[in-house]
C-alpha cells in the first residue's frame, strides 16, 4: 500500500475526524493541486477494498459497513437500476436495487463496487449503494446540446447523470442549440467536479425520426455499417450461385412449400410443409431452414461480422442485419419461386403428436407460396378477406392448423408455460413519425409456425445430444424457490389460490386464470420476473419455460449467430460422422451471444419508448384510461390501455388525501377517504408531463365529480 493509501487512513481512522468531503480531506492532507489525481486513485481502492466508505452526502468516512460486493450496474429509464453482484467463493447474490440517489454517477454497464444498505424480503429486493465505479464500460454518450451565457452543454440522454456536461469547443462540429450529438466523456462527473466532454459526431436536430433512431444506434454502439471486406465476400457469392447447381441435395422443388412471416418480413428463414397419411393417421412435419452455412465460410470476413454481431437487431422503421442484405434478403432468404439451399428437418408423428422418427438432409426448395400471418388467419378463419390459393395448398393449410393444435396440447399437457407479453408494433405517417401503435397478437396463425419451429429446434437438439457431441443450447434454467415464494405471495393479495408455486401446472392455471382480467399484465409479468433469464450455453440443461429436455436454435441461421453455429455441426455430421465443436469457444459464444441478445433487446425497447413518448408529447392534458402495472412508496405506474405505453402516476399528485403503501397487497390507500390504487385496477389519467431527456412521462389521476361527491363531508 502507498504513502498516500497509508496518509488518507491515518486521518480517517483518529477519534477526533469528522466525515468530509474529498477536497476538503485532500487539502488538509497537503494533496490538493497537482497530487490530487493521485489522492483520488488511492481513494478509490480503499473504497473498493470496503477500509473506508463514502456515505449519502459524499464524505469519506471510516468503514463500519460490510466489505463490498463488485457486479455490473444495469440502468432503468426511470432512474437508478440494479447490480447483480459476482458469485463470492462460488455463492451467488441476488439483485441489489440501486436508488438515484446512490448511483453515484454510474453508467449502464459499467463495473462497480456496491454496499448494502437494507436487506431484501420475499416482497422487495435488497438495496444498496455504489460506493465507486471500478471500470467504465463506455466512454461515448449521446445527449441534446444546448448553451448558456456562452458555454455550451449536453443534457445526456436518459437517466443516468443529473447534471449536463460541459462542453470544451461544440464550434468544431457546427452544432447548434437543440441538436443531438456524440461525445467522448472526458472526466466523469463527481461530486468536487462537472463532467467534460468533446462532441465526435453530430446527428441533427432533436426530434427528428430518423436522427432519434440513431442516437439510439450510438447509445448501444449498434453496428450499422459493414466492412469493405464483408460487402466484397457477399458479392463473391452471389456472384457464385446459380439456381441450377443443386449441389448434390435433395430435391423438394416440386413439394408443397410455403412460408409464414410478417407483413413487412423481407428475409425469409424458414419454410414448412405437412402430409398426412390417412390409413395410419400418422403425420410428417418438413421443417426446411435457409442453409447460410453453405454461403457463410468459417473464418471468412462474413463469419467474422456475423459472429461479432451475434443476431440482427429490430428497430422501429429500421432493420439492422447480421448480414449485408446480398445474404440475408436474396441468396439465403427463402423467396416464393426462387431456388434456395436448405437444411431440412422432417418429423414424423404418431396420431397423437407423438415423434417417431426424425431425419435430416441437406436439401432445395421453391416456396410455392408466401402467406403473411394476417392472410394465414383470414383463411382458417374462412373471412372476406381470405386470399384465394390452390386446393392443394387450401389442404395443406388445414393440415398444418390440425397437426400444430396436436402438438401445442402436447406441449402444454408436460407443463410448458405461456407468458402472454404482447410486443408493442408501432404504426408511422410518411414522414416517420409514429401515427399510433398497437400490440401484437399471438393467434393461431403465429401458433403453427410457433409449434413447428419448435419441434424442429427440439428435435435437432435430442439429435446433437444423443452424438454425444457438445453444442450451443438454448438453456432456461429452473427458477429460485425464493423467487418462485414471492411470486405466489403476490398473486395471492390479488384473490388467487395458490399451494405449490413449485408446480408447473398450478403456474399454468394462474395464467389462464388471469388472462382476461385487468390484472392480467401484472401477473404474467410478475411471473416473468420470477423466472431466469434464457440463455446460450453449452451446459447440459434443459429449457424450463418449454418443459423441454433438449432445446436449441436452429431455425433462424440468417438473424441469429447461434443457430449457425448448429447448422455447421449438422452438416458436419452428415458429411463426416462428427459433430465436435472446442467446449471454451462454446463457452465464449454462449456469453458473448447472449450478452449481443440482450443488447439488441435493450435497444429496441428503447427506441419504442422514445417514439411513442414523442407520440405522447402532443396528447398533454388529454385523458386516458389506464391499468395499473407497479405500486411503489412514492407511486403508481399505469400502462394506457390503447396503447403500449407507461407513465408516472407520482404520489404527491395524489393530493385529495394522505397515501399509505402496503407492499403485500401492492396499494396505496388513502387514510381518511380510503381511495385505494391497487395493482391491476383500471384508473383514469390524465397525460401531464413527457419528458424526452429523461424518457419518462408523468400523469394525473383524473377523479370523477360523482367519485368528489362520495367524499365524507368535512367536519
Not at 477519534?15 to 493541486?33: E, N, T, V
Not at 478509490?44 to 466508505?53: F, Y
Not at 456496491?114 to 466512454?139: C, F, W, Y
Request: aromatic share 8%; with cysteine; charged share 25%.
Amino acid at each position: 500500500m502507498g504513502r498516500i493509501h497509508d496518509k488518507i487512513l491515518h486521518a480517517v481512522n483518529q477519534q477526533s475526524y469528522q466525515p468530509m468531503k474529498a477536497r476538503i480531506l485532500a487539502r488538509r492532507l497537503g494533496l490538493a493541486g497537482g497530487a490530487y489525481g493521485e489522492f483520488r486513485t488511492a481513494l478509490n481502492d480503499l473504497v473498493q477494498q470496503g477500509r473506508i466508505e463514502i456515505n449519502n452526502s459524499q464524505a469519506i468516512r471510516k468503514s463500519g459497513a460490510k466489505p463490498s460486493l463488485k457486479g455490473t450496474y444495469r440502468t432503468m429509464s426511470s432512474g437508478g437500476g440494479f447490480v447483480k453482484p459476482s458469485p463470492v467463493d462460488g455463492v451467488a447474490s441476488p439483485e441489489i436495487r440501486i436508488f438515484p440517489e446512490n448511483s453515484n454517477n454510474a453508467a449502464n454497464g459499467d463495473l462497480v463496487a456496491i454496499q448494502i444498505l437494507r436487506r431484501g424480503n420475499a416482497d422487495r429486493p435488497p438495496t444498496g449503494q455504489i460506493i465507486s465505479v471500478m471500470e467504465r464500460k463506455s466512454h461515448q454518450f449521446v445527449g441534446t446540446y444546448w448553451e448558456k451565457a456562452g458555454e455550451g452543454f449536453v443534457k445526456v440522454d436518459g437517466a443516468v447523470f443529473s447534471q449536463s456536461i460541459v462542453i470544451g469547443d461544440p464550434t468544431t462540429k457546427n452544432v447548434k442549440p437543440g441538436d443531438k450529438v456524440v461525445f467522448d466523456m472526458i472526466r466523469f462527473p463527481s461530486p468536487e467536479e462537472r463532467g467534460e466532454g468533446v462532441i465526435t459526431e453530430l446527428l441533427g436536430p432533436q426530434g427528428d425520426p430518423g436522427v432519434e433512431t440513431l442516437a439510439i444506434i450510438r447509445s448501444y454502439n449498434l453496428p450499422d455499417v459493414f466492412p469493405p471486406d464483408v460487402l466484397d465476400e457477399a458479392h463473391h457469392v452471389a456472384e457464385n450461385f446459380s439456381e441450377q447447381d443443386f449441389d448434390g441435395r435433395v430435391d423438394y422443388t416440386k413439394h408443397t412449400v410455403v412460408t409464414v412471416d410478417p407483413i413487412d418480413a423481407k428475409d425469409f428463414d424458414d419454410a414448412v410443409q405437412v402430409e398426412l397419411d390417412p390409413a395410419s393417421g400418422h403425420w410428417t412435419l418438413w421443417v426446411h431452414i435457409a442453409d447460410v452455412a453453405h454461403f457463410v465460410k468459417q473464418g471468412g470476413a462474413l463469419d467474422r461480422e456475423a459472429r461479432s454481431r451475434a443476431t440482427s437487431i429490430y428497430l422501429p422503421g429500421k432493420v439492422i442485419p447480421m448480414f449485408p442484405e446480398t445474404i440475408s434478403n436474396h441468396l439465403a432468404s427463402l423467396q416464393q419461386d426462387k431456388v434456395r439451399y436448405v437444411q431440412t428437418v422432417i418429423i414424423d408423428f404418431d396420431p397423437k403428436g407423438r415423434k417417431t422418427t426424425v431425419s435430416f438432409e441437406r436439401g432445395v426448395i421453391k416456396v410455392k407460396k408466401r402467406f403473411h400471418y394476417e392472410q394465414l388467419m383470414a383463411f382458417l378463419d374462412k373471412t372476406p378477406e381470405a386470399p384465394e390459393v390452390p386446393a392443394d395448398i387450401g389442404a395443406m393449410l388445414e393440415r398444418m392448423k390440425a397437426l400444430a393444435i396436436i402438438l401445442r396440447g402436447r406441449r402444454f399437457h408436460r407443463g410448458s408455460l405461456e407468458l402472454d407479453m404482447p410486443e408493442a408494433k408501432l404504426e408511422f405517417d410518411k414522414d416517420g413519425r409514429v401515427s399510433g401503435a398497437h400490440n401484437s397478437v399471438n393467434d393461431l396463425s403465429h401458433q403453427i409456425i410457433e409449434e413447428f419451429m419448435l419441434a424442429a429446434n427440439e428435435a435437432v437438439a435430442e439429435q446433437l445430444h444423443n452424438l454425444g457431441v457438445k453444442f450451443l443450447r438454448r438453456i432456461h434454467p429452473d427458477p429460485e424457490p425464493s423467487k418462485q415464494k414471492a411470486f405466489a405471495a403476490f398473486v395471492r393479495t390479488l384473490g388467487y389460490q395458490i399451494d405449490n408455486p413449485e408446480d408447473r401446472f398450478t403456474l399454468q392455471r394462474i395464467l389462464s386464470e388471469s388472462a382476461r382480467k385487468p390484472e392480467k399484465h401484472a401477473v404474467h409479468y410478475a411471473m416473468l420476473r420470477s423466472l431466469k433469464q434464457a440463455i446460450y450455453s453449452e451446459k447440459e440443461e434443459g429449457h424450463y419455460a418449454l418443459a423441454s429436455t433438449y432445446y436449441c436454435h436452429f431455425t433462424s441461421p440468417i438473424r441469429r449467430y447461434p443457430d449457425l453455429t448448429i447448422h455447421r455441426q449438422l452438416t458436419r455430421w452428415k458429411r463426416t460422422g462428427k459433430a465436435s465443436y472446442d467446449e471454451t469457444e462454446l463457452m465464449f459464444l454462449g456469453e458473448h451471444c447472449s450478452g449481443m441478445e440482450r443488447r439488441a433487446a435493450l435497444a429496441e425497447r428503447d427506441l419504442i419508448k422514445v417514439k411513442l413518448l414523442e407520440f405522447m408529447s402532443k396528447q398533454l392534458g388529454e385523458h386516458k384510461m389506464a391499468i395499473i402495472t407497479g405500486v411503489a412508496e412514492y407511486g403508481f405506474f399505469a400502462q394506457i390501455v390503447d396503447l403500449p405505453v407507461e407513465g408516472m402516476v407520482h404520489i404527491t399528485t395524489l393530493n385529495d388525501d394522505n397515501y399509505m403503501f402496503d407492499a403485500e397487497s401492492h396499494s396505496l390507500t388513502g387514510l381518511k377517504f380510503k381511495r385505494r390504487y391497487r395493482l391491476g385496477d383500471k384508473v383514469e389519467v390524465e397525460i401531464a408531463k413527457v419528458d424526452m431527456a429523461k424518457k419518462q412521462m408523468d400523469l394525473r389521476p383524473v377523479i370523477s365529480m360523482e367519485e368528489q361527491k362520495k367524499k365524507p363531508t368535512r367536519k
